[in-house]
């Protein structure tokens, strides 16, 4: 066979790269996925391995391997490929995984084993013949078994996912039938799940005990079925005592019942239940890592195929402690299975698959999509019909006959059709006429199926309360005194009376509901027959009291008007010394916002609310007595210790803000200067005095300590612990000493003058000092000697800190100035200054990212290190802060403050910040030029971007439309790969189709299969929105079309409309709205005819010049972008100006113009879906959300480089994704509190209420009475 050599040039001269074996790309899809990887790197200019490796970040034999043309490479290791040979990573996503099909169906047409049966089970449980396949459980199934042997009734409990029905038929019951030497035999062995009707089911086989010379074994699988199932307690009741018999050996019956964790609290409601459970139960943990790996590799042995090891240790590592992981891990190895290469597992299949988290909704969303709409609507009723949804517990899956499936409202070929996918894919099991879901790993795992639950959780709850109520009718002989009444009718009334819902339910639950209809109807009548006769009486009675209540009523009127109006004026006045307040004393400034609002919810309390719940306090911890000296986090972020100068050391538990220890003693009951924990975790430190203490971080219990017997002006002045793990402390007169042995490791050779500030380097090699004469030194530990000299111009340094790799020192000073140092050749790289207070205490983010620097005005400065700028400004402290320390996650700060007696609370405090506020959760930078649109499809599931790279050369203009998936932030596939010009994209109402412009054409993408649908006849088109029902799209560009979606032709034209440019279309559907040019009207169109209905108008009358200019240039106001309220009652226009205008819809009056941008700074609108919050962004590069009802700015979200140009709210309204010409995409939590959940966040926060100074001064009318 011949070899390829690849040339490239360098120079003059070519230099021969490494010499590789041509692949033939027809002998199979690997080699055409190398042969293609090949013809890139060609076109690339026949780049070295060596050079692609530098940028990729692989090595040469990895990247060469990849086209080597021997098995197809993993996607991270493709995709490095392809950016380094300048390819486009979602299009070689898609191919990749298009070649992991063909490579398993190719794979599997060639090793003669196409129809071989799966060594793993999916999501299906393992049944009794499947002992041959189930691995990693011996030692807990003996451990079950010996249970068994000594009690006759026993219990093992373990979370869901852990694998409880496997264990028992797969791993039990096989065991117990093949070996009985030892401990009793059993006579028979049966497993049951309890399903609704429980005594009445099981009592003839409970009762039967056993027979010949064994007991009988009867194991309950799903024993929580009798909470979520029975809703009948004397039912559930009667069930439980049936099984406890089995604690009398004269029954001849012993009892296993198999529980979820979680329900373990509801077995206590049974007395004698609890009492057998006492030492009678067994719990299922997670397996070991060894155990997994039998789990992994057994079966696949059993079956004569092979595991990549790398996808063993892959997968191990990935489930190892993962909750209810086996599940996961079960379901991905069948898919993984399913894309076999030959006899191989491999990880390129698992990676296809969609990985442990995402095999499952892979599964789920493939099957799905085949669906016909009529199938997917059959779908979801029959998946929401096998739920039952919790009540304060995790939901459950719900057996159901087929024959109440098969009658809700579709036909029974349809329901067959959909069971037979959905069974076929293991994500339904069908035994006999029962259906169930496979494992409840599917209700948490599949997103679609979580949202259907959640958007329909009421009525999934009603709905099954309605089941129960009409089977229980129907066994009753239909007895009326079993029908719904009151508010249980209403209810039902409400969510299945509409002709549109009666297709939900079987005919037995229609027959039932109606009954109770009809017997209301009755009822009302008769009471309308009582009434008539009491009518004559009732209205004579009545002309004589409406005389004598209209006089009180008139009384009450007034004074309660008196009232309110007294009422609503100390709201506002509360609410506005709250605003006053907010900056120097956020504490009693949020206690007098939460007055205000209590008092009144007046619009200027609301605000007030809102700003004080807007300050990122999240726990404010009292108790020491003294300044807060010291602060440090455990390694693990779950504990925070405080040193004080009241001599003890607290202990803190982050999460809840709960005191764990107080720890005293020694020689701190002088004052605790520092405290620091070991890297590991295990060991806290804190020096004080003369003494220095090594504690147990758990007990806080004494290891080692360190007495320093010294001078009182020559004490300790610093701890600190080096990378292996020492404890070091440093005396003033420069002494530094391991703490455990106590023994002088150097001493610093010169001045130190450490009466000011020490600092360890986190490697502990570097110690740095500062002196009263403006230096600070950099002391080598090693030797003693001093690094280097830092002179402080600006003052005396008052505060050091490293940053997280020891390459920066930082130093305060006492005016205010912050100078960053590098450590390595002393030298000054950046000054920050903001105010004039003393810099009192400084310490670096974990990412080295952001400084914050506490100050003797008793505020906390957020420097970003990368502009110099700060980024927040936190107070709240009345007093100077002299300590802060970052939690190792980066998102909480904690702040310690000086003693001080001051009005009211208490004197010393430790607050904690979340310093994450207003910061985007993820930032993604999107290939391919600026972000045009962003959407999100509505299900929640998908974020569709669409980039153009723009360029002088139009041939080269590019655009391309990724879908992504927001909770993993990774591209799911791209849309018709290279684009043009895409200005306007957006989803259809379904979630099926993608509406975009490509070169001003539209077109309809669908959304499964990534191909184009069709591209509608218009000559030039800028802009698109769909009507709410997905029936209609409206454009702009050449004129105004309204088309018909279904038959992709135009309905209505206006070919010689003004010029319109920005769309809107109302959600209740009866309008939508134009804009465009300079003449800044809107108008709001008919739907069906695209007429004009109204016009709404600057009150100004005129365009409006944006700002003044020369004779030759006027830029006039422009509306720039529109959206409707979700109630369609207000419109929202955002304008060339840097303003909002919102519109009344019913009077075409405008409500209120808020400014949401600089001069000439072009905004964006969007409503969030509940209509309380609207976003804007405009090119001042901010993005601010409004509180609708208020008026009142609740967020400003900063970060984009560049001025966002397109947003959008997730259908659940707590993400929005903003987009900018950069590229940037950000996703933002924007999940703003109610103004009851501010309250609690307040109360929470603060930890305090009104002192009686306070009271007597801001509400000197109430003496008592608690505002939190």
Not at 220 to 248: S, W
Not at 868 to 888: D, E, K, W, Y
């Amino acid at each position: 066979m011949s070899e390829t050599v690849w040339v490239r040039r360098e120079g003059d001269r070519a230099v021969a790269g490494r010499r590789e074996v041509p692949v033939d790309p027809g002998a199979g899809p690997v080699q055409r996925f190398a042969f293609e990887l090949r013809k890139l790197r060609t076109e690339a200019g026949g780049l070295t391995y060596r050079a692609m490796a530098e940028q990729a970040g692989y090595s040469i034999t990895t990247l060469s391997q990849a086209a080597a043309g021997e098995q197809l490479p993993t996607l991270p290791v493709a995709l490095a490929f392809v950016t380094a040979c300048g390819g486009d990573p979602g299009e070689w996503e898609i191919r990749w995984n298009q070649a992991v099909e063909e490579a398993a169906a190719f794979d599997t047409d060639n090793d003669g084993e196409g129809g071989a049966e799966p060594p793993y089970r999916g999501l299906a449980r393992f049944e009794t013949g499947d002992s041959g396949l189930f691995f990693g459980r011996d030692r807990l199934t003996a451990e079950l078994a010996g249970l068994l042997r000594r009690r006759r009734f026993a219990a093992v409990f373990g979370p869901s996912g852990i694998g409880k029905s496997s264990l028992l038929r797969a791993g039990l019951v096989p065991l117990l039938r093949e070996s009985q030497e030892q401990g009793p035999r059993f006579s028979g062995i049966r497993i049951l799940t309890p399903g609704d009707q429980l005594a009445r089911t099981h009592e003839l086989l409970l009762k039967a005990g056993g027979t010949g010379t064994g007991d009988r074994l009867v194991v309950v699988d799903q024993f929580e079925e009798v909470f979520t199932l029975c809703h009948d307690a004397a039912e559930r009741a009667r069930f439980i005592d049936l099984l406890l018999t089995a604690r009398n050996p004269e029954s001849r019956l012993r009892v296993l019942i198999a529980v979820r964790a979680d329900f373990y609290g509801r077995c206590a409601e049974h007395r004698e239940l609890a009492e057998a459970l006492g030492d009678a139960n067994l719990l299922a943990g997670p397996m070991s890592s060894a155990e997994l790996r039998e789990v992994v590799v057994k079966p696949a042995a059993a079956a004569g195929l092979t595991v990549e090891r790398a996808l063993t240790t892959r997968l191990v590592d990935e489930i190892t402690d993962a909750p209810g992981g086996l599940p996961l891990l079960s379901h991905v190895l069948l898919e993984t299975w399913r894309r076999r290469r030959g006899k191989t597992l491999t990880l390129a299949g698992y990676e296809a698959a969609g990985g442990l988290d995402g095999a499952i909704a892979k599964t789920a969303e493939d099957v799905y999509n085949g669906f016909t709409e009529g199938e997917a609507a059959t779908a979801r009723r029959v998946l929401l019909r096998l739920i039952s949804p919790g009540d304060g517990t995790p939901d459950t899956r719900r057996p159901a006959g087929r024959a109440e499936l098969e009658t809700t409202g579709t036909g029974r070929d349809e329901v067959a059709q959909v069971l037979e996918a959905l069974t076929r894919a293991r994500l339904l099991t069908l035994d006999g006429p029962t259906v169930e879901v496979a494992h409840e790993a599917l209700i948490t795992a599949w997103p679609r199926l979580r949202g259907w639950i959640e958007e329909d959780r009421d009525r999934l709850r009603a709905h099954r309360q309605l089941t129960e109520a009409a089977r229980a009718w129907e066994e009753l002989g239909r007895d009326g005194g079993a029908l719904y009444r009151g508010s249980r009718l209403v209810t039902a009334r409400e969510y299945f009376g509409g002709p549109g819902h009666t297709g939900d339910l079987t005919d037995q639950e229609a027959a039932f509901l109606s009954a109770s209809l009809a017997a209301l109807d009755q009822e009302e009548r008769a009471r309308a027959r009582t009434t008539r006769r009491l009518r004559v009486l009732v209205t004579s009675l009545a002309c004589l009291l409406a005389l004598a209540l209209t006089a009180t009523a008139v009384a009450y009127w007034q004074r309660q008007s008196a009232v309110d109006a007294q009422q609503v004026g100390l709201s506002r006045q509360l609410a506005a010394q709250s605003a006053a307040l907010l900056d120097s004393d956020t504490d009693l400034a949020s206690l007098l916002a939460i007055k205000a609002y209590r008092t009144s919810p007046t619009r200027e309390a609301t605000r007030s609310l809102y700003a004080a719940a807007a300050v990122p306090l999240e726990r404010r911890l009292t108790g020491h007595t003294g300044t807060v000296s010291a602060l440090a986090y455990n390694p693990d972020g779950k504990t925070l210790a405080t040193g004080s100068f009241d001599g003890t050391v607290r202990l803190w538990d982050t999460a809840t803000g709960r005191n764990r220890k107080v720890l005293t003693g020694g020689d701190h009951t002088a004052l605790v200067r520092t405290v620091a924990f070991s890297p590991d975790g295990r060991t806290l430190a804190t020096s004080g005095g003369e003494e220095v203490r090594l504690r147990d971080a758990a007990t806080g219990r004494v290891r080692d300590s360190l007495t320093v017997r010294v001078a009182e002006e020559d004490s300790l002045a610093s701890v600190g612990f080096a990378h292996d793990g020492r404890a070091l402390a440093v005396r003033e007169n420069g002494q530094v000493l391991d703490v455990a042995s106590g023994r002088v490791l150097t001493t610093l050779k010169g001045p130190t003058g450490l009466e000011l500030a020490a600092a360890f380097s986190p490697d502990g090699r570097t110690l740095a000092t500062s002196t009263r004469d403006h230096t600070a030194q950099l002391w080598d530990l090693a030797t003693g000697r001093v690094l280097f000299t830092l002179k402080s111009s600006t003052g005396v340094v008052s505060s050091l800190a490293f940053d997280p790799d020891g390459k920066t020192l930082v130093t305060g000073t006492e005016d205010g100035t912050v100078h960053l140092w590098d450590v390595a050749d002393g030298k000054q790289r950046t000054t920050l200054t903001s105010a004039s207070s003393r810099v009192e205490t400084m310490a670096f983010s974990p990412d080295g990212k952001t400084l914050a620097a506490g100050s003797y005005d008793g505020t906390v400065r957020l420097w970003d290190l990368a502009t110099g700028r700060v980024r927040t400004t936190l107070t709240g402290h009345i007093n100077p802060v002299m300590s802060v320390a970052f939690s190792p996650d980066g998102n909480q700060l904690a702040a310690g403050n000086e003693d001080s007696h001051f009005a009211g609370g208490d004197r010393v405090s430790v607050r904690l910040w979340n310093v994450t506020a207003h910061r985007p959760r993820a930032t993604l930078t999107v290939p391919g030029g600026s972000l045009e649109a962003v959407a999100f499809s509505p299900d929640g599931d998908t974020l569709a971007t669409a980039s153009v790279r723009m360029t002088q050369d139009i041939e080269d203009t590019a655009g391309v439309v990724r879908l992504w998936d927001p909770a993993t932030r990774r591209t799911k596939a791209t849309l018709g790969g290279k684009l043009d010009i895409v200005e306007t994209m957006l989803f259809s109402p379904d979630g099926r189709t993608v509406a975009l412009t490509n070169n001003s054409q539209a077109q309809l993408w669908d959304v499964a299969t990534r191909r184009l649908r069709t591209t509608l006849p218009s000559r030039f088109v800028n802009r698109m929105v769909y009507s709410p029902d997905g029936g209609t799209l409206v454009s702009v560009g050449d004129g105004l079309t309204l088309w018909d979606v279904a038959t992709g032709r135009a309905r209505v034209t206006f070919r010689k409309d003004e010029e319109s440019s920005v769309l809107a279309f109302s959600p209740t559907g009866d309008a939508f709205a134009t804009a465009g040019g300079n003449d800044e009207k809107i108008r709001l169109r008919d739907p069906d005819t695209g007429r004009v209905r109204i016009t709404l108008t600057d009150p100004a009358g005129r365009p409006t010049p944006t700002r003044p200019s020369d004779d030759d240039f006027i830029m006039f106001r422009q509306i720039e972008s529109m959206a409707f309220s979700p109630d369609g009652r207000t419109l929202a226009a955002g304008s060339s100006d840097g303003t909002v205008r919102l519109w009344d819809t019913a009077t075409g009056q405008l409500a209120t113009t808020l400014t949401a941008g600089t001069t000439e700074a072009p905004v964006e609108v969007a409503f969030s879906p509940n209509g309380r919050t609207l976003a804007t962004a405009a090119s001042d590069g901010a993005v601010r959300l409004w509180d609708t009802a208020t008026g009142y700015t609740r967020a400003t979200l900063t970060g984009h480089n560049g001025g966002p140009q397109t947003m959008a709210f997730s259908p659940d309204g707590r993400t929005l994704a903003t987009g900018d010409y950069e590229g940037g995409l950000r996703l933002w939590n924007v999940d703003l509190p109610t103004p009851d959940k501010s309250i609690t966040h307040i109360c929470r926060a603060i930890h305090r209420d009104l002192t009686r100074q306070e009271r007597a001064l801001y509400l000197p009318d109430e003496e008592s009475g608690g505002v939190c």
